[in-house]
């Protein structure tokens, strides 16, 4: 039988590895990829707005992204 991998069976995959093995999202992902032969574009078509959420949160955490708030209007 086939398992076919959803978006929930996924994301909640890779909450166990990174909640077991402590890694960050990204880390956790790769890790994943690596292990069942899935390119990492594949898996980034599975992943939900809560972990893509979590990702950014954690990229900024360690400066690999720089969000800039919300355009002022100069005073």
Do not use: G
């Amino acid at each position: 039988m086939i398992d076919v991998m959803t978006k929930d069976k996924f994301c909640l995959t890779i909450e166990r590895i990174v909640k077991k093995d402590k890694l960050t999202y990204m880390d956790a992902i790769v890790h994943w990829c690596e292990q069942n032969e899935m390119e990492i574009e594949t898996a980034a078509k599975l992943l939900t707005p809560l972990i893509k959420e979590k990702m950014l949160v954690e990229c900024q955490e360690l400066n690999l992204v720089n969000i800039e708030p919300s355009a002022k209007l100069p005073i």
